[in-house]
Nanobody, 122 residues
Framework: QLVESGGGAVQVGESLTLSCAAS????????LGWFRQAPLKDYEEVAS???????TYADSVKDRFAISRDNANKILTLHMSRLKPEDTAKYYC???????????????????WGQGTQVTVS
């Protein structure tokens, strides 16, 4: 089970940090990702992190967002800076069983999802 927190309403240029707490075992064996969905739009990859800490980012958030994982505490984090109105969306964390050298980026590759947390930038 994944539970997101940290969403809210912020102004343009501000920062926000999202957290995703996982329950269960073997957190370190999962690839993890953040996705978002704006109204009337499809799910969009935000960032992903693999078993070895390798990361990928959507071009739209590169150099502004940072994904990290804490395997000991089973927490996934997304630090968002210089937020823009187009970042407004519901943000979801997701996990999937993984292997070394693989870093899935598509929503369909992830099998466990949180309920989401809303981020509004105005």
């Amino acid at each position: 089970q994944l539970v997101e927190s940290g969403g809210g309403a912020v102004q343009v240029g501000e920062s926000l940090t999202l957290s995703c707490a996982a329950s269960g075992s073997n957190f370190e064996n999962y690839c993890l990702g953040w996705f978002r969905q704006a109204p009337l739009k499809d799910y969009e990859e935000v960032a992903s992190i693999g078993l070895d800490g390798a990361t990928t980012y959507a071009d739209s958030v590169k150099d502004r967002f940072a994904i990290s994982r804490d395997n000991a505490n089973k927490i996934l984090t997304l630090h968002m800076s210089r937020l823009k109105p187009e970042d407004t969306a519901k943000y979801y964390c997701a996990s999937t069983t993984c292997r070394q050298g693989w870093l899935p980026r598509f929503p369909s590759s992830y099998h466990t999802w949180g309920q989401g947390t809303q981020v509004t930038v105005s």
